[in-house]
């Protein structure tokens, strides 16, 4: 089937599985990535969600759907459709102290 004989939906699908399948081919690499930066990683739902944690940072991603959320600040997700997009998003948050994503303590 050519790409101009699928429905949107159709297409979107298809675009979705083929993230999928990448994305779980890198999960070695990630999980390597991960652990090199003092992140725990857990892949849930057979790829679909992706649950990076250290003590002070939470990550989850949905490759499939190309969304990331820092600190389960659900309001403010990023576009992350590749690995290399989350990879960058979350070496900011480590990174940086005062960033939204990674408040650090609480000023009272």
């Keep these: 089937m050519r790409h101009t004989d699928r429905t949107p939906k159709e297409f979107q699908r298809t675009r979705r599985e083929r993230r999928l399948e990448r994305t779980l081919d890198l999960e070695a690499q990630v999980t390597r990535w991960a652990a090199q930066r003092g992140l725990t990683l857990r892949v849930r739902n057979g790829g679909h969600h992706w649950l990076f944690q250290k003590p002070g940072l939470a990550a989850e991603w949905w490759p499939s759907s190309a969304k990331l959320v820092l600190n389960r600040d659900y309001l403010r997700d990023r576009h992350a459709p590749h690995w290399?997009?989350?990879?960058?998003?979350?070496?900011n948050a480590?990174?940086?102290?005062?960033?939204?994503?990674?408040?650090?303590?609480?000023e009272v």
């Design 84 to 91: 290399p997009h989350v990879a960058a998003l979350l070496e």
């Design 94 to 106: 480590l990174t940086t102290p005062s960033c939204p994503s990674n408040p650090g303590p609480s």
